[in-house]
């Protein structure tokens, strides 16, 4: 009950394209759902968060979209540029009981110019 | 700057040695946590503290140990109990304990057996 499944585990991008990377949950109790982007030899840095009482969130060309019924939910990069490769994680908390965040495994996203 | 520090960047462990890996904040923050990042795995929680002098188990506890006796030091020890230590460990804090807090990441020691 505490795995988030991510995919794809790798994803290749044409310059000016859309990225698109999911996750799934078992979870019912999380209540907090962030990505984060992690450049190589770095630690992850937050980009995104969603909470469940809204299905989509958007911050520059960053976007996140959350289905509470089907416990999914993805980040799309509009427009994704060279500086978007990275790997990136998508996470879920709950507030209340074991508060520490579920990593997924990982999307290595590779953008060509 | 405010931030989290991690050292040493790289370590090696000789077979039978306890490491131990440091990490200190001066972010304020009350909760401090330790994890496992392993090729195609993500990250995985070792240990977590949510205050100073208190700490509890993450999923993958066995062949480390913690201590929290100040709120912006947060060292990780990896036992020789641990047998695959071979991996690369990230420090995080966030403000409170809360599950929606943004942790914050230091840039990790890798550690590696000789």
């Known amino acids: 009950q505490q795995q988030v499944k991510q995919s794809p585990q790798s994803l290749i991008v044409q310059k000016g394209g859309i990225s698109i990377i999911n996750c799934a949950y078992e979870n019912t109790a999380f209540d907090y759902f962030p990505w984060y982007q992690q450049f190589p030899g770095k630690g992850p840095a937050l980009l995104i968060a969603i909470r469940p009482d809204v299905s989509e969130k958007k911050e520059g060309r960053f976007t996140i979209s959350f289905n509470k019924s089907a416990k999914q939910f993805s980040l799309h990069i509009m427009d994704s540029q060279p500086g978007d490769s990275a790997t990136y994680f998508c996470a879920a908390s709950r507030y209340t009981g074991r508060r520490a965040l579920t990593f997924g495994s990982g999307t290595r996203l590779q953008v060509q110019p | 700057d405010g931030g989290i520090t991690q050292s040493p960047k790289y370590l090696f462990r000789k077979e039978g040695q306890n490491v131990t890996l440091s990490c200190e904040q001066n972010l304020n923050h009350d909760a401090m946590y330790w994890y496992r990042q392993d090729p195609g795995q993500g990250l995985r929680l070792i240990y977590y503290?949510?205050?100073?002098?208190?700490?509890q188990k993450g999923d993958i506890a066995e062949g480390y140990s913690v201590s929290r006796e100040k709120k912006e030091s947060f060292p990780l020890t990896v036992t020789s109990a641990q047998k695959n230590p071979t991996a690369f460990y990230l420090c995080?804090?966030?403000?409170?304990?809360?599950?929606?807090?943004?942790?914050?990441f230091g840039d990790g020691t890798r550690l590696s057996i000789l």
């Open positions: 503290s949510q205050i100073v002098n208190d700490f």
């Open positions: 995080a804090s966030s403000r409170t304990p809360e599950g929606n807090q943004p942790q914050h």
